[in-house]
């Protein structure tokens, strides 16, 4: 039995390990060559001068400076393996193959060129094409910014106009409801005036009326007086009449009075003569019945109308006035 057959396959792998480690350093070596070895001076920064094409210039093949060949890193001496003690079991291990270390590849350096000829040389289209297309986006984006904020004055815009509507619907329903509360106090004032018009109408039209009436009865007072006291005057004109025809019986005793009702007709005409109360005395009462119908035509007033006072009259005699 071979030693590798006998290997541990534990062993291959602080192999790996130091494998990997010298191929991190190996990269970690090339990045800072390739950093510090292109630029290690500090160079203020220059001015850039860009040039505009009116036509794409043919493209110009930059020459590149071939880089140095690093000088190769040795490989790493294989370690020797310990001796493994043979497995108890007497079945055979496999041997595991042996793999090769990787060899780490040349670093190549790249040289930076030299700034006379880029300052000389113009720059290629590739790196404008770039810029121009970033100036485009720009535009587009601030085009899309411009929109938008007159996008957004016109919706302000659209809600001051309709804030502005609304105040304006807003003033003119208080106005509206201001005039109708105006309206609505001169209807009052109005319907007072008229109630006030009409009650004081109403009392003017009463105290018409009281005074009317106190005017139609203080004239009806005054004819019914007036009335009384024509009706008086020709029925004491009638009675002096009736006792300037009497014959007086003589020596009667005491005063006595006699009663007659007579019916008249209109002009004085007498058609009716008849003793109501007797006075005791039968010549007294005859010669005051003689004395009645000596008188006719009796005395009456002009007034035909008052002629009802004295259709039937009620004569009364007394012997001693």
Known sequence: MSISALRNPSDSEPKKILSGALALFVHVMFIAMMVFGVNWKNHPPEGMVVELWSELPKPISTPVTPAKPSKPIPPAEPVKPKPVEPPKREEQVKP??????????EVTSIVKKPEIELKQKPEPVKEI???????????????????????????????????????????????????????????????????????????????ARREAEAQRAAQQAAARNQLASEIGKYKALILAKIRSRIVMPPDLPGNPVVEFKVTLLPGGDILDVRLSKSSGHAAFDSAVERAIFLSKPLPLPPDPALFNEFRNLNITVHYRE
């Open 129 to 207: 094409k770039p810029d121009l297309e970033e100036l485009k986006k720009k535009e587009e984006a601030e085009k899309l910014k411009k929109l938008e904020e007159q996008k957004k004055e016109q919706e302000q815009k659209k809600e001051l106009e309709q804030k502005k509507e609304l105040e304006k619907k807003k003033a003119l329903e208080q106005q509206k409801e201001i005039e109708k509360q105006k309206e609505l106090q001169k209807q009052q004032e109005l319907q007072k005036q008229k109630e006030l018009a009409a009650q004081k109408q109403k009392e003017q039209e009463a105290k």
């Open 96 to 105: 595991e193959p042996i793999k090769p270390t990787p060899q780490p590849k």
